[in-house]
């Protein structure tokens, strides 16, 4: 832990330790037992008819950043999330909101987290069939007590900024799948929680009014800096949404790091085949085929990119000009990128800087508290000139 004065600044929204979630009879014994924590799902189910859903899961979820937990049917995403609010009651480990301890908390003080900290979307809306759009938005509200006219007026504002205007008095079986998730979306955020959980709430949808919602999803988190913890079984929209991705398998999290860790370096051969087919360069950044400049001349001239733009984008401005891009921050050249180094990184020759790490390492190896990459939006291209890429 940071012994830094701005160390307040870095108090992670949820902070989770040892987690475990064990279905079925004398489940408690299972986390601390080490020779039946360390079996196989299908042996632990053999031996003891139990589920171990989540395993010594630990991670932290940063103020302002898409925390992404992603993994295959059955890996343990929907257990997880919600035991983070305790809509499911962890059978042990430890859970922290803005350092408060979630597994002490009493009925009202776990009403209240569920009610004002931490909203949840799920995938199917849950929307109230026999109320309008604008009443199913306010209902979030007036749980809460807040009175009819204020609750009207807010709930019409969050409508308005979900893209629903005009449909406010509809019923939600007149709406499509994609409005109807707008709705849910609306109610989430009406009551403006501190974090957005979201559990796989586009998956029902078609693919167009999902890459519609995943960019609402993009703008909210760029336009009001809020934290979201998003699950999905999508690698595409891992990659898309995640500042940072937890990825499962049977319970664990098997990696936790950046897309560009995930994809540059695989912890293990699991990791490896789930991304094997991703696009390398539209995921690496040049920071990853980045080397010093070879002379002032090098460090002064030619295309410049920024540090987080994408291989793809900087293969353009190399194309281009026909020589290396200077990777540019802020004015300062950090270093210059070639064809073959940005080719390197399409081949797989080359991995993603170091930071990418297995999970279930030491206790207290939680990720260093670096701040969130942000959502990487594509950047235009410049071809000459001093404004990077
Ligand atoms: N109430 C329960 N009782 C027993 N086992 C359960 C229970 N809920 C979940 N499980 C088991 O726990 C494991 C994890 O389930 P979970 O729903 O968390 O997976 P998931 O990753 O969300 O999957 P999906 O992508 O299908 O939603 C599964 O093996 C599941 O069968
Ligand atoms: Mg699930």
Not at 32 to 39: I, Y
Not at 161 to 187: C, M, N, Y
Request: glycine share 12%.
């Amino acid at each position: 832990m940071s012994t830094t004065a701005d160390t307040a600044d870095h108090t992670p929204v949820f902070s989770v330790d040892g987690l475990w979630k064990v279905f079925g009879p004398k489940a408690d014994r299972i986390p601390g037992d080490p020779e039946l924590a360390a079996l196989g799902p299908a042996e632990l189910r053999a031996r003891t008819g139990c589920t171990a859903a989540v395993r010594d899961v630990g991670f932290d979820v940063r103020k302002g950043e898409v925390f992404v937990v992603m993994g295959l049917s059955g890996s343990g995403k929907s257990t997880l999330v919600r035991c983070l609010t305790r809509l499911i009651e962890p059978t042990a480990g430890s859970i922290a909101i803005d350092g408060e301890d979630v597994r002490a908390m009493d009925k009202a003080r776990l009403r209240a987290l569920r009610r004002h900290r931490a909203a949840m979307v799920f995938q199917h809306f849950g929307l109230l069939p026999h109320r309008s759009v604008l009443d199913n938005v306010a209902y979030g509200l007036q749980i809460q007590g807040v009175g009819r006219d204020e609750r009207r007026e807010r709930a019409a504002e969050v409508v308005a900024k979900v893209g629903l205007a005009g449909l406010e008095q509809r019923r939600p079986a007149q709406l499509s799948g994609g409005q109807r998730q707008r709705v849910g979306l609306a109610r989430a955020l009406v009551v403006d929680p501190e974090v957005l959980l979201f559990d796989e709430p586009f998956s029902a949808l078609d693919p167009l009014i999902r890459r519609d919602m995943q960019e609402e999803v993009v703008r909210l988190h760029r336009e009001e800096g809020r934290t979201m913890v998003f699950i999905t079984h999508d690698l595409g929209e891992a990659l898309k949404l995640g500042d940072r991705i937890a990825l499962m398998r049977d319970g664990r999290v098997v990696q936790l790091g950046t897309p560009e860790e995930i994809v540059g370096s695989p912890a293990d051969d699991y990791v490896r085949a789930f991304v094997r087919d991703v696009p390398r360069e539209q995921v690496m950044t040049v920071r990853t085929a980045m080397r010093p400049a070879a002379s002032a001349e090098e460090a002064g001239s030619g295309p410049a990119v920024r540090p987080d733009a994408t291989v793809s984008e900087a293969i353009e401005a190399v194309a281009r000009a026909g020589g290396p891009a200077r990777v540019l921050d802020g004015g300062r050249c950090l270093g210059v990128v070639d064809s073959e180094a940005l080719l390197d990184v399409v081949a797989g020759v080359t991995g993603a800087p170091a930071g990418g790490r297995a999970a279930g390492g030491a206790p207290g190896s939680k990720d260093p508290g670096a701040a969130p990459a942000g959502l990487r939006a594509p950047a235009a291209l410049a071809t000459t000139g001093e404004e990077p890429v």
